[in-house]
Structures are given as structure tokens and as C-alpha cells.
């Protein structure tokens, strides 16, 4: 540090002088004076050597650091989309793999559905047949019920109105008309 202000003061104080001999000489700005091109050597060599040893070191080495972490992040963020295309690949692979089940979840319902109805309607139409055989014994079992009893209260009519006609031994239109008479006061009866 103390280099750099002592190049900067002789740098400072030899500047007038080479001014002041450069009026004296009477040469243009362009013209080469070797003074001067020493003096400006001398300084850029000493500022160069005060800067290559105390500033070019540090700022190389924060360049190489910031260099070093830019890799280090891109590093990072290649492994990062190649850890997201990774984990992207095996959600895309376990949500077809869900999608799969969900399908044969529904395929399996709808069978079982299938199987459920054709049960019901198999054992809905076996209730039915049942019913209408059971209905149709019953009918017929009350059809044969009233068929003896019609057959019962003939057979009472018949014995009621022979009785009648045996009673009064009548001739045989008078007999006709007493069955008939008989017939016809007779109650009926209704099942």
C-alpha cells in the first residue's frame, strides 16, 4: 500500500516538471520525449507490480470463486431437472399404473353388477313362477271345492225335492211343478 502512494506522489510531482520541460522544448503533443516515456513506464510498471500483488491475486481469485459457484449452480440445476424429469417420469408411470386399476376396479364392478342383476332376475322370475303355480293350486284346489259343494247342495236339492214328491205321490206334471216350486225357494248359497 505504501508503494502505491509513493508511486502516486512521484508520479504526482514528476507530471509539472515534465509539463514545465515540455514548454521549454516547444515540441507538439505527438512529438516522442524520452523523459517522458520513461517516466510514464517507470510508473505503469511500478502501479502494475503494486496491482499484480495486491489487487490482481484477490480479484483473480474472487473471479475464480464466482466462476466456481456459477458451475457449482448450474451443476446444481442439471441435477435438479435431471432429479424432476426423474420423479415426472415415475408420477407419470404410477398414474397410468392408477389409471390401469381404476379401469379393471370398474371392469370388476360392472361384472359383478351384471352378475348381481342376472341373480335378482333370475330368482325374481323363479318368486314368479312359484307364485303363479301357488295361485293356480288354490285356484284349482277352490274350483274343486265348489264343484263338491255345488255337487253337495244339487245332491241336498235333489233328496229334498225327491222327498217332497215321495210325500205326495202326485202325477207327473204335478211332481215337475213341485221340484220346480221347490227349486226356487230354495236359498242359495254363495262362497
Known amino acids: 500500500m505504501r508503494a502505491l502512494i509513493v508511486a502516486s506522489a512521484l508520479a504526482l510531482s514528476a507530471a509539472p516538471a515534465?509539463?514545465?520541460e515540455e514548454a521549454q522544448s516547444g515540441g507538439g503533443l505527438l512529438d516522442p520525449h524520452a523523459g517522458l516515456m520513461f517516466w510514464t513506464l517507470f510508473i505503469f510498471?511500478?502501479?502494475?507490480?503494486?496491482?499484480?500483488?495486491?489487487?490482481f491475486g484477490?480479484?483473480?481469485r474472487a473471479v475464480e470463486a464466482r466462476e466456481q459457484a456459477l458451475q457449482e449452480a448450474i451443476d446444481q440445476a442439471k441435477r435438479d431437472r435431471e432429479e424432476?424429469?426423474?420423479?415426472l417420469a415415475e408420477h407419470k408411470t404410477q398414474?397410468?399404473?392408477a389409471r390401469g386399476e381404476a379401469q379393471r376396479i370398474i371392469a370388476e364392478g360392472r361384472a359383478v353388477g351384471e352378475k348381481l342383476r342376472s341373480e335378482m332376475l333370475e330368482e325374481t322370475r323363479a318368486q314368479q313362477?312359484?307364485?303363479?303355480?301357488?295361485a293356480r293350486?288354490?285356484?284349482?284346489?277352490?274350483?274343486?271345492?265348489?264343484?263338491a259343494q255345488i255337487r253337495a247342495e244339487a245332491v241336498d236339492l235333489a233328496i229334498a225335492g225327491a222327498t217332497k214328491v215321495i210325500e205326495k205321490n202326485l202325477d207327473d206334471q204335478t211332481n215337475r211343478k213341485l221340484v220346480e216350486s221347490y227349486l226356487s225357494g230354495a236359498p242359495v248359497r254363495r262362497n
Open 95 to 97: 398414474l397410468e399404473g
Open 45 to 55: 510498471l511500478i502501479l502494475f507490480g503494486v496491482l499484480a500483488k495486491f489487487a
Open 18 to 20: 515534465l509539463a514545465q
Open 58 to 60: 484477490p480479484i483473480t
Open 137 to 147: 293350486r288354490e285356484i284349482e284346489s277352490e274350483r274343486e271345492k265348489a264343484i
Open 84 to 87: 424432476a424429469a426423474r420423479i
Open 129 to 134: 313362477q312359484d307364485l303363479l303355480e301357488r
